[in-house]
């Protein structure tokens, strides 16, 4: 039996995330005209939320029961986790009853630790440090709208976060360039700069990541568990926003992408979603695609003797 987790993007080969993309896109277009596809009857998906979420519980939550299975939806005040039970005592329980597990959590550590102490599959949905869930969503969504994004320029403008950290290595897992805008204090940390120094760079303004960019992603200047912080990051961020005059100094095809929830007027313009080359809907619905491929991937896997 081979024991995969999917917790970071390097937790899988390139020529792996290939298959995924490939096989979201396969499953899109199955879903989008009204076949059924039922692998997995009878398996049992646990969904551990210590962060809220909207597209994150509704896409696995969907995606499982379209694949046949089912899942149970587990937050902090549902379980013994959040009254101080041992991550690894919980692990040991919750995976001799499931068939696959995924966590939306703060420290990184969290779900490593489950993992190791898991008999199932475990998907990292969001820590402090990645998401490597909604990097699959957001190349299934530039390969269906540009190609291959080998090659190409990626511009992050915005805080150096979780998000930021998974694009750092997807730029070493599939080949592009990745331009970062950050304000001071707001950077990447530095270990993953310096790991992926040669795919990852840090320029000095949002003007200078955008220029030639043939991607251009952003998220919310204050993340959950940072509200307190709003106003100090709205001065920090001010010309970090996205909007029609950054997407001119791009290339003319540039995508435009936002992880949601977004908010107008702050780190994105009031019509930035409805620009022209704004992919954001497709972006979101790909969680959906992209999760159950990577769903499947991991069931077949450990189905392998």
């Known amino acids: 039996m081979a024991l995969r987790h999917f ?5 899988l080969s390139s020529a792996e995330l290939e298959r995924i993309i490939s096989r979201a896109q396969e499953l899109k277009k199955l879903q989008h005209s009204h076949q059924t596809y039922q692998p997995f009857i009878g398996k049992v998906l646990g969904m551990i939320f210590e962060k809220s979420s909207t597209r994150t519980r509704v896409s696995f939550e969907a995606g499982m029961s379209q694949l046949g299975g089912s899942a149970i939806f587990l937050s902090s005040r549902d379980t013994q986790l959040g009254r101080g039970e041992p991550i690894e005592d919980s692990a040991r329980v919750i995976s001799s009853m499931l068939d696959i597990v995924m966590i939306r959590t703060f420290g990184h550590d969290i779900v490593e630790r489950f993992a190791s102490y898991s008999k199932v599959p475990v998907i990292n949905a969001l820590t402090d440090d990645h998401h490597p869930c909604q990097l699959l969503a ?4 530039f390969v269906e709208h540009r190609g291959s994004i080998q090659g190409k320029t990626v511009a992050w403008i915005g805080d150096g976060n979780n998000m930021c950290n998974s694009y750092i290595e997807a730029a070493h897992m599939w080949g592009f360039k990745l331009k970062i805008a950050s304000p001071k204090g707001y950077e990447p940390q530095e270990r993953f700069l310096t790991e992926y120094a040669h795919c990852a760079e840090v320029v000095a303004s949002a003007e200078d990541a955008a220029v030639n960019a043939d991607l251009i992603v952003t998220d919310v200047w204050a993340s959950m568990g940072q509200e307190e912080e709003q106003k100090i990051r709205e001065k920090a961020f001010a010309n970090y926003q996205v909007n029609e005059n950054l997407m001119q100094l791009a290339h003319s095809d540039c995508l ?6 977004a908010h107008r007027g702050e780190e994105i313009s009031e019509h930035m979603l409805e620009h022209k080359n704004a992919v954001v809907w497709d972006e979101a619905e790909n969680r959906l695609h992209a999760q159950k491929a990577l769903i499947e991937f991991l069931l077949k896997e450990q189905q392998k003797t």
């Open 7 to 11: 917790l970071t993007l390097r937790d």
């Open 138 to 141: 957001d190349i299934q969504t």
């Open 256 to 261: 435009f992408m936002h992880c949601l929830p």
